[in-house]
């Protein structure tokens, strides 16, 4: 799905905190996963923790505030850019906004033989915790400066009937 093309998916408000990430929240693994997403190249993507919390929202419909803990590894010699604010968290819901002025939203490296960590937080207006979510990198990695092609990281936060923190 692609933005702009109709879908339900919702692009959410991005904010990138690199290192530690934002708050005191323990991070978790995901309820649900589909695992560690590699390009052609080998390159991979994963979402190896996250928080995830309702806030209120428009209506009755709560905002889901979700940090992911990734990572992005890179088994070629040559670096990998990764531009943190050009990746998208998805989940039904009406379109968000883009990336929050004023974070580090910098682009990152990774080098050949490394894999390397990011924290970024998501603010999904319309999603819920327990819901199904997609994060799409398309756009978001270059390797030889071209884009790396990943299928959409799936999870689920929390499980289905779990709270989420409030």
């Known amino acids: 799905m692609t933005p702009g093309h ?3 998916a919702a692009l959410v408000s991005l904010s990138i ?3 530690l990430g934002a708050g005191c929240a323990t991070m978790s693994p995901p309820a649900r996963s589909s695992g560690v997403t590699l390009s052609d190249e080998g390159i991979s993507l994963a979402v190896v923790g996250q928080t995830c919390a309702e806030r209120p929202g428009a209506g009755a419909s709560p905002s889901a505030d979700t940090t992911l803990s990734i990572e992005v590894g890179n088994p070629t010699p040559e670096p990998v850019t990764v531009y943190p604010e050009r990746m998208h968290l998805r989940a039904r819901g009406p379109v968000g906004s883009r990336p929050v002025k004023g974070e580090d939203n910098q682009p990152r490296t990774v080098d050949g033989g490394t894999t390397e960590p990011f924290t970024i937080r998501f603010v999904a207006p319309g999603a819920w915790c327990s819901q ?3 994060l799409d990198s398309s756009s978001a ?3 030889r400066g071209r884009p790396v092609t990943l299928a959409a990281v799936r999870f689920t936060p929390i499980a289905p009937g779990a709270s989420a923190q409030k």
Do not use: R
Request: glycine letters at 16%.
């Open 17 to 19: 905190a690199l290192g």
């Open 6 to 8: 109709g879908s339900a």
């Open 132 to 134: 199904e979510m997609q």
């Open 141 to 143: 990695l270059e390797w």
